[in-house]
C-alpha cells in the first residue's frame, strides 16, 4: 500500500496539478475550439512556470544545502520554495492572461497564489498538506465548472465521481505515509476549496 501511495503523491504532486486543473479546464470546456494546438501551447506554459521551473529553484536549493531533502519533508524548510512557487504561479498567472484566457480559468490560478499566502504564513507554526489544498483547488474547479455550465456535459459526472476519489485518495495517501496528520489534510483541503471559490466569484 505504501508503494501505492508514494505513486499517488508523485503523480499528483502540488506542483503537477495545476497543469492537470489548466488541461481540465481547456480540453473540456467551449476552449476546445480554439484547437489542440493552441491548447497544447497553453498547457505546456503552465507546466514550465508551475512545474518544472519551481522544481528547478527546489533543486538548486537542495544541491545548494538550504533544504535537507527534496521532497520538502521539514516544515521549516518550506519558506523559499514557497516563496519560489509563489513568483512561478504569478508568471503563470500573466502568461495565460497575455493569452487572453477567460477569468474563470484565471480564477483557478489566482486562487492557487492566495492559497500559497496562506500556506506560507500556517506553515511557520503547523504543517499543513499542500497536496490536499491542490486537491481542493481541483475539486473545486470541477464542480464549479460543472455547476455553472462551463463543462461540455459528457464530462460532467465521470470527472465529478473521478475528481472526489481522488482527492480521497491524496488524502489517505499522506496520511498512509505518515506526511500528514488528518486534521492537516483536512485543512489543506479546505483551504484549497476555500481560496478557489474566493477567487472564482472576484474574477467572474
Known sequence: MKKVATI????FHPLLMPTYGIAIALYTSYMRIFGDRLLGIIVIGVLLTTCILPSLGIYILYKTGHVSDFRLHERTE???PY???FACY??????LYRFGIPGW???FIAGAIVSLIIALFINRYWKISAHMVAAGSMVTLV????????MLTPYILPLQIAIVL???AIGSSRILLKRHTLGQVGAGFALGVLCCVSMFYIFV
Open 105 to 107: 480559468i484565471l480564477a
Open 83 to 85: 516563496i519560489i512557487n
Open 8 to 11: 499517488l503523491s508523485t503523480l
Open 78 to 80: 518550506r519558506t523559499v
Open 166 to 168: 481522488l482527492a480521497g
Open 90 to 95: 504569478i508568471a503563470c498567472y500573466l502568461y
Open 143 to 150: 464542480f464549479l465548472m460543472s455547476f455553472y455550465g462551463l
